[in-house]
């Protein structure tokens, strides 16, 4: 466990899901509205207390009632708070995202109207206290002096800096940094074609520190303080629903296998395998949590009206039946009310396509396949237990 400290922003995401990216000028009804706290820095230090680090925050909060809720997410998030600066004047910076169903994608706009951190009070945080200093390269009129006067009370602990976009003398503050983190969007802006073009000349400028450029799914490159430049594919991940803060997971990945002593190319590959298990997530919460992919339990085409299907499930205390009821599909729990034992435990399960009824084996009893009520039989009036499922567009039948 490491005390890490992250500089740069708190803000607060509205987050909207949208089947596909509009097109301009067009009117699209959005799937899933929903307001969380965001920020890169926000979001590496919660990673890195999932990993199980003491996170603190160095940035700006304002006094509004969405400040209130950023703070008390810090606090559920356990990143400590009580290094941040608080402003009377200016509102929380928010960021309106939209997040695409069909890719994954997320673009953001954002909205700043709050005063950056001051020099004065990051040069009270007494920094030698923490085992790594974190940056976010913004703010640039002050970051110099900031990470300069944090140099001089630090011993051996290592400073990154995320660099995300272009902003005013950041060539000059870049070699300051033990570890640089470039992202593409920095590289394009600045005219570089690729990350090994970019990584060369910041080799030049930075000679002393290790460099990693992140290129979406095109993976990383990297090199160790003057070495040569190497690259890390991205995992493959099944299925990208939510790339939001995948580059902060990165981020956080990266620092906490080089606190764990790896190496820069292990370092890159154990970030690489958490930012890719993060994108088969929505949001970063219970980020370490296995994803487990869901298996369907069968497929309509599969079904009839004049046949029960039983399938097995793991999830559920008993197998399900699943038959097709007009153009619906119908689930139950295979399990008979009269005598707690699977409806086919004696032979098959008897179907009548014309009364739509099904017969349990052992007592005779005859359910509705329409709501799973007995008709007749030694549990009348009793009731199949209704299994609730979702079925996707091809067809595939899952547990709800
Ligand atoms: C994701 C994120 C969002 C935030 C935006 C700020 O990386 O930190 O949470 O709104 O980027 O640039």
């Not at 299907?309 to 559920?316: F, N, R, W, Y």
């Amino acid at each position: 466990m490491a005390k890490i400290l992250g500089v740069g922003n708190a803000v607060l995401d509205l987050i909207l899901t949208v089947p596909c990216y509009p097109k301009e000028d067009e009117e699209l009804r959005i799937i899933n509205k929903n307001y969380r706290s965001g920020g890169n820095v926000n979001n590496f230090l919660y990673v890195l207390s999932q990993l199980g680090h003491k996170s603190s925050i160095v940035t700006t909060i304002a006094n509004d009632s969405s400040a209130k809720q950023i703070m008390a997410e810090l606090d559920t998030r356990n990143i400590n708070t009580s290094n941040v600066q608080r402003f009377i004047q200016g509102q929380t910076p928010t960021s309106y995202i939209m997040l695409s169903e069909e890719t994954g994608s997320r673009t953001i706009t954002h909205f700043r109207d709050l005063p950056e951190l001051s020099f004065e009070h990051f040069a009270k945080i007494a920094v030698e206290e923490y085992d790594w200093i974190h940056f976010e390269a913004r703010n640039t009129k002050n970051l110099q002096g900031m990470i300069n006067i944090a140099k001089t009370f630090l011993t051996a602990q290592p400073i990154s800096l995320e660099v995300e976009k272009n902003r005013a003398e950041i060539e000059e503050i870049i070699p300051l940094a033990s570890l640089v983190i470039f992202s593409h969007h920095y590289a394009k802006q600045t005219g570089y074609k690729n990350a090994v073009e970019l990584l060369k000349k910041m080799r030049s400028i930075a000679p002393q520190s290790k460099l990693v450029c992140t290129w979406g799914v095109q993976g990383a490159w990297y090199c160790e303080a003057n070495e040569e430049i190497k690259h890390q594919p991205t995992e493959k991940t099944p299925n990208t629903i939510d790339t939001l803060g995948a580059g902060d997971t990165f981020n956080a990945g990266l620092i906490n296998a080089l606190i764990q002593k790896k190496t820069l190319a292990e370092a890159i590959a154990s970030a690489s395998k958490l930012a890719a298990l993060k994108c088969q997530k929505t949001g970063l919460d219970n980020l370490l949590t296995k994803v487990i992919e869901k298996q369907p339990l069968a497929n309509t085409e599969q079904l009839t009206n004049s046949k029960a299907t039983i399938v097995p499930c793991s999830d559920l205390s008993h197998s399900v039946i699943l038959i097709k009821y007009d153009t619906e599909i119908k689930a139950y729990l295979n399990n008979c009310p009269h005598q707690d034992v699977p409806l086919n435990e004696a032979y098959k399960i008897d179907v009548n396509p014309f009364e739509k009824t099904l017969k349990c084996s052992v007592h005779d009893a005859f359910f509705k396949i329409d709501d799973g009520n007995c008709i007749e039989g030694p549990c009348i009036n009793e009731e199949l237990k209704t299994v609730a499922i979702d079925i996707d567009d091809d067809g595939n039948i899952f547990l709800a």
